[in-house]
């Protein structure tokens, strides 16, 4: 079973807009929640992550909204630039338990010129 | 800076060979992890450590053994290894509190089971 759920699984934009990216999560014991980036041919990095104690978390560019209600939460990626292109994994974990990190299925993005 | 180096970066073998899957961490991280990455799918938690000797079952444990034999080492055995086994695999340290749990990822393993 899929304990993170992602969405979409490919987006494309253009240069200049913002991109979102969604997930989604089942367990309520989960208490951090971080994306990651993956370039083509590279290993998956940390881009940002949040805890529940916020529903905001911002860096930059790239922006987490949680909403602990809905179990949901997204990554708003404004002024979408061409070297943004990679796929994107959101995760959650419950860090004071097993820190288990559980990834969604991921999302290819192209920003387009 | 983080450091997960894995070995072999490529490796073939056929249907029911024997395959082991080195994974070495330089970060005095207490976690270490086994994943698998495949298309539609994401990455998978095979196995993970928080120790020497400690092993914890993932969420796709079947067909594979794993043992931590130290703080650094953490390896990943596929003894009767078969096709749906292909796979990029990916072993990373962290995770924990002290680190604010984030991953460090090795180089990835891909492995081809034909």
């Known amino acids: 079973q899929q304990q993170v759920r992602q969405s979409p699984q490919s987006l494309t934009v253009w240069e200049g807009e913002t991109a979102i990216l969604n997930c989604s999560y089942e367990d309520s014991t989960f208490d951090y929640f971080p994306w990651y980036h993956q370039f083509p041919g590279e290993s998956p990095a940390l881009l940002i992550a949040?805890?529940?104690?916020?529903n905001k978390k911002e860096d930059g560019r790239f922006t987490i909204f949680f909403n602990k209600r809905e179990k949901k939460f997204s990554l708003h990626i404004a002024d979408s630039q061409p070297g943004d292109s990679a796929t994107y994994f959101c995760a959650a974990s419950n860090q004071g338990g097993s820190a288990k990190l559980i990834f969604g299925e991921g999302t290819k993005l192209t920003v387009s010129s | 800076e983080a450091a997960v180096t894995q070995s072999p970066r490529n490796k073939v073998t056929v249907t029911g060979g024997n395959v082991t899957l080195s994974c070495r961490q330089t970060n005095s991280h207490n976690y270490m992890y086994w994943y698998r990455q495949d298309t539609g799918h994401g990455l998978r938690l095979i196995h993970y450590s928080y120790g020497a000797g400690n092993l914890q079952i993932g969420d796709v444990p079947d067909g594979y053994k794993a043992t931590r034999t130290t703080q650094e080492d953490f390896f990943l055995l596929l003894e009767l290894a078969s096709p749906s086994q292909t796979s990029l695999y990916f072993c990373?340290?962290?995770?924990?509190?002290?680190?604010?749990?984030?991953?460090?990822f090795g180089e990835g393993s891909k492995l081809t089971v034909l």
């Open positions: 990373a340290s962290g995770g924990d509190t002290s680190n604010t749990g984030q991953l460090y």
């Open positions: 949040i805890r529940p104690v916020s």
